[in-house]
């Protein structure tokens, strides 16, 4: 039984309010902010410390401080996982600091117990947790929370104790009551979750209120790992037939049973070819049945040992690099190296095809020769298919994938090699750069530009190639970042001379660039004078790609059918009821979705304004584009690769092998097909809807639409140079086109510089973006112009808005936006986050405007 749990008042900061808590962290700054490199720590253990403080994954404004008793003082220390109870939950919450000195203003609550043996993180994680939270404007709780995976955050369970001293007499219970008494007294302990099944109710809450008032019972928080062990049966053959001559006699000898005869036979071919055998291999390779593997256990031929197993089988651990570097490769890898000697950070700056991943693998070999770990870092998951099959070749067993598809157990599984060092090379997404490297040498950032580095929600809001170069310079590690079409601010800094620049400027066997055509949309007459999907230019251009038995790839930066649909008599279209957008039709679901909330409607037949029935189709996604080819050219095979057709664990690698053994001729999709993909047979790429690209409301507009034009069209003629990439669009005269047509993006630099210095813009400046969310929209606008006046008296001069967004309301909350634009001065730009933070408390303090959720968002994509 456990001992009952008695109401204890709220952690050391119950009666802090959110600002006073945020002033006393202010105030004493070196009491939250980590210092413990593992000199000072040893030198604390000497001493006779009692507190620790604590990082829990909730978003509070400081870490909370918790005692230390005497019997946990020799095991605790920085990293390990702990149980604290905060207003009566409890959490499993990491030590960051280990400290002798009492907190002046309360007494802290002692730590429940030590959940680890050893850290679960380093010394370097944390700090990378501290810088992200306050770089990104967020807490260190939230980090917590996004950077431990799920099944290592312990969950607390809730469970229900009968009370001994209760005298069960339940003449004062309701129905509910009596049911819920009645099983604790045969059980004497209830889960939460079984409350809810004797119920046959999701509300049960109020019963056991009422039951701990009349003290029935009394509530007990259970931590409760998520993480299991995956167990496999082992197959292993008796010591007595080891000797090869016992083991032939006992085969020459059979006489009966000849199917158990067939599984010995099939254990033993497994046991050669394999090492290690499994029962459920050994049953699927045999076509036998367990009764017949257990006669044969009974038997003392074999033996069935059940132990822990791998659930992420592992490659031989070998390094082959049989590759042979181009003169321009071998010189940029030359120039790479060489610029690591003075700055720890070179951007290669290489063209479509150029063969910027053979350049990879050969610097990744060099450290990992010297025991260093390696990560690369890729945008989307559906780059890390095609990518870790050609490392694999050359390093085996030491790389692995880390990304988000991956269930919360392998997970678990991955992080845990790659903290003992057992995973050499990492291949993943952003999250990636949260797992626990104990010997970092490089990191690299391939795509570097890609905005899926960027976290939107939730908190932490950070750009990994930004904290990726933070994290790097924890342990004096390299890093590369690598793109055809580097980001602004990235050839900024090169070419300022803060980063290495080094630049790939010929393709991998002197191929040439793909040929760019521009289609004029407006000279084409469409039915109904909708948008142009299919030019007779590129039909023809498709066509003559497939008589060639070559491959196409085809771009639209929509997905779905059709975008939205009008009323042909009123105009009216549909909306989402959450959200102020117009609603996507995907023909394949018959459904029109919200692709802001993700709500699903059915298709509407009726016009709600005017009871009209005639609906017009306006604007066409990838599905559409997926259809009209079919029916185009009814001999070829279409594929579609967008968000709506990869949504499994392996559709993305399925997908890309299918269009690599060219079982696929056409490949229509959305940016999935633009990043770093390189097929040997494709010669055509064709850009349906460019003038989509080119009219965003945003000051990246020239940069992201020359970036995806480029990207995409340098799928086109990788092996032969014959590539070719039609555009079709309306504003011919756009200057970005004529950068595409040339492949210069040296031009393209130089134009978007010049604006964004005279617009004062990234990388002349820094934003920082406010966002208000209401339910009301009155009281967002309301919010925001507080924030303004509060900011007003210091940084008048960088402030733009408030303003509502094009989309003004996501999920019933209207919003309002604040941007700043700071100049690069790291002494301002700390004191305007102060200040937002400060101004962010005084704000939600009052009652009207408490419920108003202020998102910063530092560095905005």
């Known amino acids: 039984m456990r001992p009952q749990s008695k109401p204890t008042a709220a952690c050391n900061s119950a009666s802090f309010t959110w600002q006073t808590a945020y002033i006393a962290a202010s105030m004493d700054q070196q009491a939250t902010l980590y210092d413990s490199p593992e000199t000072e720590y040893l030198q604390k253990k000497q001493e006779r410390w009692l507190y620790a403080e604590i990082i829990i994954p ?51 609550k002692p730590i429940l117990n030590i959940l680890d043996n050893e850290p679960l993180v380093f010394a370097d994680q944390l700090a990378l947790w501290e810088w992200m939270a306050h770089y990104y404007m967020c807490t260190e709780g939230e980090v917590m929370q996004a950077a431990i995976p799920s099944n290592l955050k312990l969950s607390s369970e809730t469970i229900v104790i009968w009370n001994d001293e209760h005298d069960e007499d339940f003449a004062d219970l309701d129905n509910d009551e009596y049911v819920v008494a009645e099983a604790l007294t045969i059980k004497k302990e209830l889960k939460l979750s079984e409350i809810q099944q004797l119920l046959d109710a999701s509300h049960v809450y109020p019963v056991i209120k009422r039951l701990i008032e009349k003290q029935v019972c009394y509530v007990w928080e259970e931590l409760k790992e998520k993480y299991k062990e995956k167990k496999e049966t082992y197959i292993i053959l008796h010591p007595s037939f080891h000797n090869e001559d016992m083991l032939a006699e006992l085969l020459n000898n059979w006489s009966k049973a000849p199917k158990q005869l067939a599984l010995l036979l099939s ?23 367990p009764a017949q593997l257990k006669a044969l256990v009974e038997k003392n031929i074999l033996i069935a040992e059940r132990r822990s197993a791998e659930r992420i089988k592992s490659l031989p651990k070998d390094v082959t690099i049989d590759l042979t570097l181009s003169p321009a490769q071998e010189e940029a890898l030359q120039k790479i190296t060489t610029s690591f000697v003075d700055k720890p950070v070179c951007l290669l700056h290489g063209v479509t095809a150029s063969g910027k991943t053979q350049v990879y693998i050969q610097l990744i070999e060099q450290y990992i020769k010297k025991g260093k770990q390696v990560l690369y870092m890729l945008p989307e998951i559906a780059l890390t298919a ?97 793109s055809a079409t580097p980001s602004i601010e990235s050839y900024f800094n090169a070419r300022n001379n803060k980063y290495g620049l080094v630049q790939l400027n010929e393709r991998y066997g002197n191929v040439e660039l793909p040929s760019i055509e521009l289609v004029d949309a407006k000279t084409v007459v469409t039915p109904q004078k909708g948008k142009l999907m299919l030019s007779p230019q590129l039909k023809a ?77 306006k604007n066409f996604g990838t599905e559409k584009l997926e259809e009209l080819f079919t029916e185009e050219f009814p001999g070829a095979r279409i594929a579609r690769m967008d968000y709506d057709s990869v949504k499994g664990k392996h559709d993305h690698d399925n997908l890309i092998k299918m269009f690599e053994q060219q079982r696929i001729d056409v490949l229509v999709g959305t940016q999935m097909v633009v990043k770093g993909l390189d097929f040997e047979h494709v010669n055509l790429v064709g850009i349906v809807d460019a003038d989509g690209i080119l009219n965003f409301a945003d000051f990246r507009v020239n940069e992201r639409a020359f970036q995806l034009m480029e990207q995409v069209s340098g799928r086109a003629g990788r092996k032969d140079g014959l590539g070719k990439v039609l555009i079709q669009v309306s504003n011919t005269q756009h200057p970005v086109l004529q950068f595409v047509q040339h492949h210069n993006y040296d031009e393209l ?50 402030l733009n808005g408030p303003a509502e967004p094009v989309v003004n309301r996501i999920r019933n909350k209207y919003l309002w936006e604040i941007l700043i634009k700071l100049p690069r001065d790291a002494k301002l730009i700390k004191q305007c986050k102060m200040e937002i933070q400060q101004q962010t408390a005084i704000i939600q303090s009052t009652k009207l405007y408490k419920s108003v959720v202020i998102v910063p968002d530092v560095d905005p994509v």
């Open 541 to 617: 251009a498709i066509q003559a790609s497939l008589d060639q038995k070559k491959q196409v790839i085809v771009f639209q930066n929509r997905r779905g059918y059709s975008p939205y649909q009008i009323c042909g008599v009123c105009g009216w279209i549909p909306q989402c009821q959450h959200c102020d957008v117009t609603l996507t039709y995907h023909k394949a679901k018959n459904k029109l979705t919200c692709h802001y909330c993700g709500t699903a409607y059915p298709v509407i037949q009726t016009c709600a304004a005017c009871g009209s029935h005639n609906f017009i189709q």
């Open 386 to 482: 095609q990518i870790i099959r050609r490392i694999q070749k050359h390093f085996g067993g030491n790389i692995a994938i880390y990304h988000s598809k991956f269930n919360p157990n392998e997970r678990v599984e991955l992080w845990n090699k790659v903290k003992k060092g057992e995973i050499k090379i990492v291949l993943g997404a952003r999250s990636s750069l949260f797992l626990p490297f104990s010997s970092l040498g490089l990191v690299i950032v391939d795509e570097e530009h890609d905005a899926s580095y960027k976290q939107q929600d939730p908190a932490p809001r950070y750009h990994a190639r930004d904290a990726a170069v933070y994290y790097a310079s924890l342990f004096n590690a390299k890093v590369l970042l690598g």
């Open 58 to 108: 909730l978003a509070l404004p400081v870490n909370y401080t918790w005692s230390i008793s005497t019997n946990f003082q020799e095991k605790i220390q920085p990293g390990i996982r702990v149980e604290v109870e905060l207003r009566n939950k409890k959490y499993a919450g990491i030590v960051k600091k280990i400290f002798p000195e009492k907190p002046a203003a309360f007494t802290p």
């Open 267 to 289: 254990y033993l071919h497994l046991l050669k070819t394999e090492g290690e055998v499994t029962q459920t291999e050994l049953l699927k390779k045999s076509n036998a049945t």
């Open 749 to 798: 630099f130089q134009y978007e510089i010049e604006n964004r210095k005279l617009f004062f813009y990234p990388p002349f400046s820094r934003l920082i973006q406010l966002v208000f969310k209401h339910k009301e929209k009155h009281i967002a606008e309301e919010a925001a112009y507080l924030m303004l006046n509060g900011l007003k008296t210091n940084f008048s001069n960088y």
